[in-house]
């Protein structure tokens, strides 16, 4: 089976959940959803779009993470007091729903 990565820009017809902070997506808002095969493992999920801009900046281009390698949800994460530092400055809204005051 060939590993695919599909992300589509959605407007939410049912409430949803973000992947990445689990806070919920509301009926009427935009964000982003995600389908992808990988190891053979079919997988589908909604991101808010501050969310995936978080986690995208923390690990690809703070941590350094390759792409290709992935990298957990902002909330499978165990995050050091750096990253919720740099979160709360960068990404206020994310922090805000990760529980990060």
């Not at 590993?3 to 919920?24: G, L, N, S, W």
């Not at 997506?25 to 999920?45: N, P």
């Not at 995208?56 to 499978?76: M, Q, T, V, Y």
């Amino acid at each position: 089976m060939t590993d695919f990565h599909t992300f589509r820009i959605v407007m939410a017809r049912k409430p949803h959940r973000c992947e990445q902070c689990r806070a919920p997506i509301d009926v009427g808002t935009s964000h982003y959803r995600a389908a992808q095969v990988l190891d053979g493992e079919f997988s589908a999920y909604r991101e808010h779009f501050e969310c995936h801009a978080a986690w995208s900046e923390l690990n690809f281009d703070l941590r350094g993470i390759d792409p290709w390698e992935g990298a957990p949800f902002l909330r499978d994460d165990d995050h050091e007091e750096d990253d919720r530092a740099w979160m709360r400055e960068a990404h206020p809204v994310v922090a805000e729903r990760m529980g990060w005051p």
